[in-house]
């Protein structure tokens, strides 16, 4: 079956503990994306990245890391989480390869982490 | 300014009735345009994208772009109860970079 995986689905930690929260897709999916989602303000792309060893800052990529080792995982890292990085978070992928419009860049998403820094 | 701006509702339309989803978005090279569909507590789905100036129909689904107004939009035809969801605006500019709007709450009322 096609799909997004992301473990752990919930996680409640304290400030300060590094944490990696996990992203694989088995489509040979090129495109990959970290989404974070708060009430009000829809989904925020944290990072992404276009192939391996390629990625970009989105639009709030502060107290983020991520990585593309491998074309299908994708790990989101967070090495001091805050509380204010408490949210809902989803990892996509799609098979764009350009930067032109094309229905290859649809984005698949996996079924959320849900994160609570305490 | 929001990149990408939608009405956050909720939008509550009787069964069987149209629902009228709008989206206005800011950067004027933005080349790929999609409606993405969310259940409560679920991730994301797609319903529809468009990239060409006009309508595209897709079963009771019809998207609308107009970039010249920078406006898309979504109606959904015969609404039913399991059409209540989050409905995402979400745009691709001239880059690799996507921008999601915050989302409308429909209710189908039955």
């Known amino acids: 079956e096609a799909q997004v995986t992301q473990n752990p689905r919930y996680l409640i930690t304290v400030t300060g503990k590094k944490l990696t929260v996990t992203c694989s897709q088995n489509m040979n999916h090129e495109y990959m994306s970290w989404y974070r989602q708060d009430p009000g303000l829809g989904l925020r792309q944290i990072y992404y990245s276009m192939n391996v060893e390629v990625t970009d800052k989105g639009d709030v990529p502060e107290g983020y890391k991520v990585s593309r080792k491998e074309k299908r995982n994708f790990p989101l890292i967070l090495e001091s989480p805050s509380p204010n990085q408490t949210s809902l978070y989803f990892c996509a992928s799609s098979l764009s390869k350009t930067r032109l419009a094309s229905s290859t860049d649809t984005q698949y998403f996996g079924p959320g982490t849900r994160l609570t820094v305490l | 300014q929001k990149e990408v701006e939608q009405n956050s509702g909720p939008l509550s339309v009787p069964e069987g009735a149209i629902a009228s989803l709008n989206c206005t978005y800011s950067d004027r090279g933005s080349q790929s345009f999609f409606w993405y569909r969310q259940y409560s507590g679920k991730s994301p789905e797609l319903i529809m994208f468009?990239?060409?100036?006009g309508d595209k129909e897709d079963g009771r689904f019809t998207a609308q772009l107009n970039k010249a107004s920078q406006y898309v939009s979504l109606l959904i035809r015969d609404s039913q109860p399991s059409d209540s969801a989050t409905y995402l605006c979400a745009v691709k500019g001239g880059g690799f970079k996507t921008i999601f709007g915050a989302g409308t709450r429909l209710f189908v009322k039955a």
């Open positions: 468009i990239y060409s100036n």
